[in-house]
């Protein structure tokens, strides 16, 4: 019996990768009080109602929700219990065993002999067994983390303690600090194993017996380069015929040792992958031929990617193959609280949504977990650039303890070379905000050094994968790392720290990897799965965010800025007229995130780039998230989609320099249209109106002032104040050359103007149809409609809080919600969820926030 690490790389079985989320019915766990069973032999037998099936890969939450007994075990402990995963293993002959991710303080046992043991959940192990005796059984142990960090020696004594995490000892050990956030995340701890589990057959025809391998990607001028290591699982024979092919280029692979096979391939004049929003995701499929046998091994891209700095050396902006690129998107929290990931489809449900939303980038923080293959192949192919963070977070970490150096540099490496081929990772980060917890109580530089993301993390960045920038920390920045004006910051100016909109200017933030966390306000079909509760119910409250001994949260946040932006008081409207007070919330947020990416988007400002924390909720409710927990879009989320397509028209009040007008062209051909703007008196007469052609080169952009536009003074802004204000709606609207509307953009220079602001009669007007299968809402309005709210029984409409402009007639295709995430978690904190799963609309119902009139439209029977 040989354990040892596994190598790094994919994992593949046979003809085709390992996938994650394949579970095995065999697997059964048992629950027990910590130390109970020092061995397998102590539990009870295996036909015991201790024992319940439990999927693997999996966690102890996830099978225990699964069986009805989280609730009565209590998810906050545990951590005080140990957990036996058992799976009977009836034949003969050699094995090999791989272990892609044992969360806890684990132990592998065949029958009473000790195989391994692990404390990083992060790292890939496997074992060998040579010959499996008959009717054997494989253990999995998941010692009690709670006595393990009672009886632990102490690392070295902290240089600072962190408030986010409610166990200080956990520095030492390496797991995801979800559940360990109190306000943040549900208290349920990552326990058991998450990664898959392969048990492979030594003895197999090794053809069909790949253990795993590594696809790496380079460009050398004009080609792409592709490096393939392949590991078998028995010894390759030196008469084995194997070629590696990329999409008809061929080379023979030679032989690197008794397991392990090597090449490298050059494919001429490779096309290169953009994000989607500049260019084309292209990407090049590798497989392998043995003989007969075709094994697909992925996909590889072709791009690269700098760093600059700007003109003071202080900032922070990327260029792919190049090219300098506005980045926006979010930061990614988990698509699945419990088992800590989902399936390849789930997976590229989600980051379709991000996708769709005009995002290019994900940012994976260093409180979350590394994701499965399928999230990078997903980003890969969906074009989303990643910002992926090592998984460190505000500890002071022990450094200098040989043991964590090495399971760190086995973690780092470990990743590395299982996303060496994926295009889409753009950023590699050595942790998140270490130096900011650091600086904020009172350290200096010198006294906050942290070697293990100043020259660990960054040498073996730098050995994997060359072709991708590492920093050392986010924030981090000259003068103390959470200064926005330099390097890169966690921005919340405009957010928890309650500053007016126009602070997003004034901070001069250079690149935000964090920004704009709210409380947002789900859609009404996730608030009545919850119970429709009020705010400051549970039900309520369990959702909402707030940072360990605050004395608010960020639902108090978003009233704040209600309470600046439209002048009414949260508490008064929640208590008159509680479905006004949920449509403000949801405008407030709308307005803050979109105008807040316009104004760091546009041509003049100093921001390269912003990712809003976060993109999805971890469970239904008010959460950080833009994407609730059923994956159905917020209004912050479709307020961005109108503002952040690659072909954009957006509005930026400048005061006294009037209003700008900003074209975006993010693509690979140029735009040739019309811009017109006019603006409007009660949200319907025009007062005046501009046209002018334009032509817009490629990855280009346009700024201009309305005041040229028009060729004549006119107070857009209302900035002068010479006598009443003409106006209270401006839109701008960009055709192409064949006078197709191409992107709107509104601006109302007072947001709580009458014929804007307060329910009227606006002629809003809709009705539905089917076509070939399809329903679609048609909405039409005689003065400016503001958000248009399209709300459809197990239907989500594909565009939804959009302005209207006047006389304008829009359809809205309803596409079918994709299945619930109904994960045992939301049972286990709300009780049971009201799911609506009728295959159709039931009653569709049409509002803007400046119409009297509900318009409800049925589906004919």
């Not at 951590?79 to 799976?87: F, N, Q």
């Not at 906050?448 to 073996?460: K, V």
């Not at 050359?737 to 601006?747: I, M, T």
Request: hydrophobic share 40%; proline share 7%.
């Amino acid at each position: 019996m040989n354990p040892q690490p596994a190598p790094a790389g994919r994992s593949t079985t046979g003809p085709g990768p390992v996938h994650g989320r394949a579970a095995s019915p065999m697997w059964r766990l048992c629950t027990t009080p910590a130390d109970a069973a020092t061995r397998p032999s102590d539990l009870p037998h295996a036909g015991a109602s201790e024992w319940i099936d439990a999927p693997v890969p999996g966690t102890v939450g996830q099978a225990l929700a699964a069986a009805n007994r989280l609730t009565s075990l209590g998810a906050s402990r545990l951590g005080e219990y140990d957990h036996w995963y058992r799976l009977p293993l009836r034949r003969g002959g050699a094995r090999l065993i791989r272990f892609d991710g044992l969360a806890g303080i684990a132990q592998v046992w065949l029958n009473d002999t000790l195989l391994l043991q692990s404390t990083n959940m992060f790292v890939s192990q496997q074992v060998r067994i040579d010959p499996l005796p008959e009717d054997s059984a494989l253990y999995l142990c998941f010692r009690s983390l709670a006595r393990h960090l009672d009886t632990m020696p102490a690392p070295r004594r902290a240089r600072w303690r962190t408030r986010l995490v409610d166990a200080p000892a956990l520095r030492a050990v390496r797991i995801s600090l979800f559940g360990h956030m109190p306000g943040w995340f549900p208290r349920i701890e990552p326990i058991g194993p998450w990664g898959a589990v392969a048990i492979i057959d030594a003895d197999a025809d090794t053809a069909a017996q790949i253990v795993h391998h590594k696809l790496s990607a380079s460009i050398e001028g004009r080609d792409g380069i592709v490096d393939a290591t392949i590991t078998f699982a028995a010894p390759v024979s030196g008469h084995l015929d194997a070629v590696l092919d990329c999409e008809g280029h061929h080379v023979r692979l030679q032989r690197h040792d008794r397991f392990t096979l090597r090449a490298r391939l050059t494919v001429p004049n490779a096309r290169r992958w953009w994000p989607h929003t500049h260019g084309e995701p292209a990407r090049y499929a590798v497989s392998l031929h043995l003989g007969d046998t075709t094994v697909a091994l992925g996909y590889v891209g072709f791009r690269t990617i700098e760093v600059t700095r700007g003109h003071d050396g202080q900032g922070f902006a990327l260029s792919v193959n190049a090219l300098p690129i506005f980045v926006r998107g979010a930061c990614w929290s988990t698509a699945d609280p419990l088992g800590l990931r989902v399936s390849a489809h789930d997976y590229r449900t989600w980051l379709t949504l991000a996708r769709d939303a005009g995002f290019n980038m994900i940012r994976v923080g260093g409180t979350m977990t590394y994701e499965d293959d399928a999230f990078y192949a997903s980003c890969d192919e969906l074009g989303l650039l990643v910002w992926q963070d090592f998984m460190f977070a505000n500890f002071d970490y022990p450094c200098t303890a040989p043991d964590f150096v090495t399971s760190v540099k086995l973690e780092a490496s470990q990743f590395l070379a299982r996303t060496a081929g994926n295009p889409s990772l753009a950023v590699l980060c050595g942790g998140s905000e270490i130096a900011q917890q650091a600086s904020m109580v009172g350290l200096s530089d010198e006294q906050r050094d942290m070697p293990l993301t100043a020259s660990l993390l960054a040498e073996l960045a730098a050995t994997h994968r060359r072709d991708v920038p590492y920093v050392s920390d986010t924030p981090s920045g000259q003068v103390l790392p959470f200064y926005p004006r330099t390097g890169i910051s966690h921005y919340y100016g405009v957010g928890a720290y309650l500053r007016p909109l126009d602070d997003a200017r004034r901070a001069a933030v250079r690149f935000a990897s964090e920004c704009l966390a709210f409380a947002h306000v789900p859609a009404d079909a996730t608030l009545a799965a919850i119970g429709s509760p009020s705010m400051h119910e549970i039900a309520w409250k369990m959702a909402v965010p707030r940072d360990p001994g605050a004395p608010w949260d960020f639902d108090d946040v978003r009233d704040h800025y209600l309470r600046e932006l439209y002048g009414q008081d949260p508490a008064r409207l929640r208590g008159q007229d509680p479905s006004r007070y949920l449509e403000l919330s949801r405008v407030a947020l709308a307005d803050v995130v979109s105008e807040t990416l316009v104004e760091w988007r546009r041509t003049a400002s100093s921001c390269t780039g912003a990712l809003l924390w976060q993109f999805q909720d971890v469970m239904p409710g008010a959460g950080w998230g833009i994407v609730d927990a059923f994956r159905r879009p917020k209004s912050a989320w479709y307020a961005l989609k109108h503002v952040l397509q690659p072909q954009q028209v957006c509005l930026c009040d400048e005061g006294l320099n009037g209003l700008d007008v900003h074209v975006f062209n993010d693509g690979p051909a140029p735009l040739r249209g019309r811009l017109e703007l006019v603006a409007l008196r009660d949200a319907v007469v025009p007062v005046t109106r501009a046209r002018c052609d334009l032509h817009i080169e490629p990855h280009g952009a346009l700024q201009v002032s309305a005041a040229q536009c028009l060729g004549r003074f006119f107070d857009f802004t209302y900035a002068y104040r010479f006598g009443p204000r003409e106006h209270d709606t401006v839109i701008a609207s960009l055709y192409d050359h064949e006078e197709r509307l191409l992107a709107q953009s509104f601006y109302f220079p007072e947001r709580t103007a009458p014929a804007v602001f307060e329910r009227g009669d606006i002629g809003l007007n809709a009705s539905l149809e089917q076509r070939d299968g399809q329903w679609w809402v048609n909405v039409g309005t005689r003065a400016s409609a503001r958000y248009v709210q399209i709300t459809a029984s197990g239907l989500l409409p594909k565009d939804d809080w959009f302005h209207l402009a006047p006389g304008a007639n829009v359809s809205v295709p309803l596409l079918p919600e994709s299945t619930p995430l109904h994960s045992p978690l939301t049972s286990f904190h709300l009780g049971t969820l009201r799911l609506d799963t009728h295959d159709g609309p039931r009653t569709i119902e049409i509002r803007a926030v400046n119409s009297n009139k509900v318009i409800r439209l049925r589906k004919p029977s």
